[in-house]
Every structure is written in C-alpha cells, then in structure tokens.
C-alpha cells in the first residue's frame, strides 16, 4: 500500500520568499512522485514528477523537488514566491509509471502569497 | 491545449435529477479512465477505475448503483449520478492514461472538474 503526507494544511509566505511545502511518502515499492497544482475551480496541473531519474526535478513556475530516499521525501520548494503561485498543492505517489495504476493524493496544502 | 476534455464544467439542479457528466480523451486512446471525487478543501477520492469494455472496479464505499461508469470507447467515459441528493453536491475530476507503450509525459491526464450543486 502507499500512502502520502502532507505536512501543514495552509503554508502562508511573502512575496519573494522561499516557498516549502513538504510531502513524505509511504511505498512497499520505488515509487514514482508527482505534485499538482489545482486552480479554484479547476482540475489538476502537473508541475514536475519523480520517475528514478534524477533525484533533483525541475518543473513549471521554477519549482523543484528533491527526492530523498532516506527520508522518504518529496519536498516542493521555489526560491522567490509569487502572487499567482496562490493555490492548492497535491502530492501524489503512484507504484509504477504504467498509467493504470491510480494516484495516491495527500491531503493537499495551500498556499498562500502575502504582498 | 487541453488533452482531456471534461463537461459540463458546472451543473445546478433540484434533488432527484439524475446528471450525466463526460470524459473525453481529445489525441490519444484512453485504455483507462479514473473518476475522484473532491469534497471543498479536501483531497481528491477516487471513487472508480474505468477500463474500455469492462465493467468498471469501485473503490470501497461507493455506490454502483449511484454513481454508474460507462467506458464504450477509447475516448470517452461517462459518470452518471442517479437520483442526485444534496450531500451529493461535490467536485468531481476525471482522469486519463494512455495505452501501454504510448509515450506520454505523465501518467494520467486530468480533465478541469465538474462542479455538482444539488438543491
């Protein structure tokens, strides 16, 4: 079974400040890790995924993660916040890349952007 | 551009409707479809795995009966809510993946929510 954790339901920062949300995963097997940004309203965007290539993956809107075996790990980071990065963000573990496994989805954490 | 196209986006109706609501994969074959569930500030359900030309598997809790799945093509997979109720009223997302071997970015690819409002 695999499971997904997200520490702090609501991360709030200034503009231009560090951006970390944290995700700890639970996996009997390697998995493969996926964040998501969700709109209001809207459905899932994929801003970068973990697939056993390179541990430090960059994605959209200058984010990255770092997976971290030893911690089981798969934290969010982006150097400088900005106002539109306001949103709902989803860590996701899946057991394999074969599409037809569905998603494990944390409990989300918003963010939000402080002028 | 949007590979996976979800409608209607919003649907308001009176308790007792039954709403049917669409997943459509608009360049590529879905083999499969997934069908969440988001209730406000929460995480996404899944409620149900739908397969092209097979019956679809429910996750524990919910209801064939309510919410029917029907996946008739490659391309489209339908949720209906028979017989909506208010504690029906949620977010709901689909999702699609492609066959195996197709080279695709990501697993899946999620369509943009229906918004369900039972009064």
């Known amino acids: 079974a695999q499971s997904v954790t997200q520490l702090g339901s609501h991360v709030s920062v200034s503009e231009g400040a560090l951006v970390l949300l944290r995700c700890n995963y639970s996996s009997s097997v390697p998995p493969y890790l996926f964040w998501y940004v969700q709109y209001p309203n809207q459905g899932l965007q994929l801003l970068l995924k973990y697939t056993s290539a390179a541990t430090l993956v960059k994605g959209i809107n200058g984010f990255e993660a770092e997976f971290k075996k030893s911690e089981t790990s798969f934290h969010l980071t982006k150097p400088s916040a900005h106002m539109s990065d306001a949103a709902e963000y989803f860590c996701?573990?899946?057991?394999?890349?074969?599409?037809?496994?569905?998603?494990?989805f944390g409990k989300g954490t918003r963010l939000s952007v402080i002028a | 551009g949007a590979v996976v196209s979800q409608h209607p986006s919003w649907v308001i109706c009176k308790s007792g409707t039954s709403v049917k609501i669409e997943c459509r994969s608009l360049?590529?074959?879905?083999?499969?479809m997934f069908w969440y569930r988001q209730f406000p500030k929460q995480s996404l359900m899944l409620m149900a795995t739908?397969?092209?030309?097979?019956?679809?598997?429910?996750e524990q809790g919910v209801e064939k009966d309510k919410f029917l799945i029907n996946h008739a093509s490659l391309t489209l997979s339908t949720l209906t809510v028979t017989s909506a109720h208010p504690e029906d009223s949620s977010f709901y997302i689909c999702?699609?993946?492609?066959?195996?071997?197709?080279?695709?970015?990501?697993?899946?690819?999620f369509g943009d929510g229906t918004r369900l409002s039972i009064l």
């Open positions: 996701a573990v899946s057991p394999r890349n074969s599409g037809n496994t569905p998603l494990v």
């Open positions: 739908s397969n092209e030309g097979s019956k679809a598997t429910y």
């Open positions: 999702s699609a993946s492609r066959r195996r071997g197709e080279y695709s970015n990501q697993p899946q690819h």
């Open positions: 360049d590529f074959q879905a083999t499969t």
